[in-house]
């Protein structure tokens, strides 16, 4: 027999959101086994439910109606290993980043360079996390997930994800169809491949005094960059990036870039080039901007802030106006990288 916590008063989620925002949950009910979920699925059968791990990547505009179900399952099993590599499941509702500590105390290589992203294991393939020059996808083996309506249990392999930048097969043709449940990583347990591509962690690991560095040292480095210069949740609410950087013709990238000469870029393909939004944010004339407690974070215009009250609509409001801007001015769409929950 199992205990599940079942809320069905008003709930407010203020903290199970790290944009900190203060809607209430109809229903609230967190899950932390398979059987519990099961049971739970079925009893909402004929409705829809909304699905919750860390709350990291998402802004609450309104009161949520549908059942809200948070994903708790725990665990963390090598499931395989050869001589050079190990598979680990791990369920769900593991956080991420004490995962990925996990790993560096086992000296398991392949994602220190995705030290304290926040959120949970289970979200991890939802958007293909990444971060300086490393994605999920690259240590990504299987993950397990549940059909919502049928309860039928699937493994999705690598070619079936279909990630991409910020991208998978769970935010286009299977959007809110399965719950993930377990996700397995192949990790190297020697001859680590160390990644210093992104300019940043070499001058960070120059500055420790690090020349051979190990995938701990590239943690700490990693750490160190995102603490100097992403805000804290804790301190200010915020679900870190909260637009994709756009993808844009060639023919776009030339016209913008003969107005702006100094615009980075990174090219993908031939005609394919990526323009980092905060550029085009800070460029607009956003960073650092406040209006009333929303605003966009003075060190980084990707980010935007919640200085204490702001209502989700708030800040949804000023995405809009930003996307609107960086439209006439530059002619460039940002999407959103954080979920919006309308
Ligand atoms: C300060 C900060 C920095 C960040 N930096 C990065 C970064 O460098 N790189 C990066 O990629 N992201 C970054 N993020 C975004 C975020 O951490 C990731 O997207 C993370 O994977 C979200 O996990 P979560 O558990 O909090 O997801 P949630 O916000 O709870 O959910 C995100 C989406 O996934 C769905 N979902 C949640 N759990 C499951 C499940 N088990 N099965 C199916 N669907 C589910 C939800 O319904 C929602 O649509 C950052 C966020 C913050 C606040």
Known sequence: ????????????????????????????????????LQSVLEKYK???????????????????????????????????????????????????????????????????????????????????????????????????????????????????????????VFKSSEKDKYIILSVTLKLTKKDHKISTSYGVISNELQKMEIYNPTIQDISKAVIAIRQSKLPDPKEIGNSGSFFKNPVVTRKTFEKVQEQYPEMPFYEVSENEIKIPAGWLIETAGFKGKRFGDAGVHQKQALVLVNYGNA????????????QKTILDKFGIVIETEVNIVP
Request: charge should be negative; aromatic fraction near 10%.
């Open 46 to 168: 004929h409705e829809d439910i909304f699905v919750l791990g860390g709350g990291s990547n998402m802004l609450l505009t309104q009161d949520i109606q549908k059942p809200v179900v948070h994903i708790n399952l725990t665990g963390i099993q090598i499931v395989k290993q050869d001589k050079s590599h190990v598979w680990v499941e791990v369920q769900a509702g593991e956080n991420w980043h004490q995962f990925v500590l996990w790993t560096l105390e086992n000296d398991f290589g392949g994602i220190e360079n995705l030290s304290l992203i926040p959120g949970n294991i289970g979200s991890a393939p939802i958007q293909n996390i990444g971060a300086y020059g490393v994605e999920l996808k690259d240590v990504f083996d299987s993950c397990k997930a549940i059909n919502i309506k049928t309860q039928e249990i699937k493994t999705f392999t690598l070619a079936e994800c279909k990630f991409g930048y910020r991208e998978s």
């Open 311 to 322: 209502t989700g609509k708030e800040i949804y409001d000023l995405a809009k106006t930003i």
């Open 1 to 36: 027999m199992f205990v599940m916590k079942f809320l069905n008063q008003m709930y407010s989620l203020k903290a199970y959101n790290t944009f900190g925002i203060d809607v209430n949950a109809k229903e609230f009910i967190s899950v932390s086994s398979l059987p519990e």
